[in-house]
C-alpha cells in the first residue's frame, strides 16, 4: 500500500515562509514523479509544482520565485518550500505521484496516488 502523508502547513503572516513536507512510503523516486496541488475553498484544484525522475522541476506562473520544489531520495521525502507567501496561497496543498518519469501541473488526472493534504492559511 502506497501512502503519502504531508505535513508542514499552518498559520502565517503575508511574506512569511513555510516548509511543506510530503513523506512517501512503499514507493520510491526511482522512475517516478511527483507534483503539489492545491485547492482553495471554492475554487478548482491547481497544480503548483512537479519534479521528475531525473530531477527537474516546473512551476505555476503564479509560485515562480517564491516556492521551490525537491526531494531527499534517502528520506522518500517530498519538500515544497514557500516564500514571500501571499493571501491568494491560502489553499489545501496536497502532495501526488504517478509512475511517469515527467509530471505536469496542467492536468491532474495521471496521478495515482494522493495525501490528505495539509491547510495552509496566509493572513494580510
Known amino acids: 500500500q502506497v501512502q503519502l502523508v504531508e505535513s508542514g502547513g499552518g498559520s502565517v503572516q503575508a511574506g512569511g515562509s513555510l516548509r511543506l513536507s510530503c513523506a512517501a512510503s512503499?514507493?520510491?523516486?526511482?522512475?517516478?514523479?511527483m507534483a503539489w496541488f492545491r485547492q482553495a475553498p471554492g475554487k478548482e484544484r491547481e497544480g503548483v509544482a512537479a519534479?521528475?525522475?531525473?530531477?527537474?522541476?516546473r512551476y505555476a506562473d503564479s509560485v515562480k520565485g517564491r516556492f521551490t520544489i525537491s526531494q531527499d531520495n534517502a528520506k522518500n521525502t517530498l519538500y515544497l518550500q514557500m516564500n514571500s507567501l501571499k493571501p491568494e496561497d491560502t489553499a489545501m496543498y496536497y502532495c501526488a505521484a504517478a509512475r511517469l518519469s515527467s509530471c505536469g501541473i496542467s492536468r491532474s488526472g495521471y496521478l495515482e496516488v494522493w495525501g490528505q493534504g495539509t491547510l495552509v492559511t496566509i493572513s494580510s
Open positions: 512503499g514507493y520510491t523516486y526511482s522512475s517516478r514523479c
Open positions: 519534479i521528475d525522475s531525473d530531477g527537474s522541476t
